[in-house]
């Protein structure tokens, strides 16, 4: 995979949260830099498909980046730490980058170990999508974020006001040394991928196939109205 991609001021990344759109991943795109593969959407309802998942990686036309979101994070399967860690273990080796929440670091240390090993690119994520965060509460997750090298950190908060959003864009711009992704779920998803990579948000996440937050609009949406 080329590194010149991770260098991009702005990377699209498109989601696919379906057993359908595994297919797109063997496709070579041309509106995602990217294909998020939202594993855990696709393994709540095909318990089965691990195997399948690995032969279509390794066919794979556009760098993958592996997240298995747990629930509280705005994910759909309740993990058990251990089936979790295992997944990893066993998908990480056919994917590009990878997708840790920082709420949930102290349980990834092998994973964590094992993408270093590997050189893949890690994103350190936050989330909050049920409600909308206070200013204080995205610092702490920079400070905290600062304590483990990745190559990117992502926040994705519940916006439902301008106030809301401007917390995001304080953030983004009060931290420019920081390779900082934010981006909303909830009533201002759309206008956030709108706003925010203008503002400097290294990613911007769309889906390709079924939205895996609330919100989210399709990647051809969003590129669409970035250029």
Known sequence: MSSALWKKKLIHIGSVATSQGLSLITQKQSVADVVELRFDALYARHYDAVARVI????????????????????????????????????????????????????LLKEPLRLARKLNKKVILSAHAVRRKITYKRGAD????????????????????????????????????????AVMAVGPLAKKSRQVLPLLGSRLVYGYLDAPVAKGQPALTEIRSQLT
């Not at 759909?76 to 990893?88: A, C, P, Q």
């Open 55 to 106: 032969a279509i990686l390794k066919k794979r036309q556009t760098p993958v980046l592996l997240t298995l979101r747990t629930r509280n994070e705005g994910g759909v399967r309740n993990w058990k730490s251990t089936e979790r860690i295992r997944l990893f273990k066993q998908l990480l080796p056919y994917a590009d980058a990878v997708d840790f929440e920082l709420a949930n670091l102290p």
């Open 141 to 180: 997750w920079l400070s905290q974020f600062r304590q483990t090298r990745a190559d990117f950190y992502k926040i994705a908060t519940f916006c439902r006001t301008q106030r809301d959003l401007n917390v995001l864009v304080k953030l983004l711009i009060n931290h420019p040394e920081l390779r900082l």
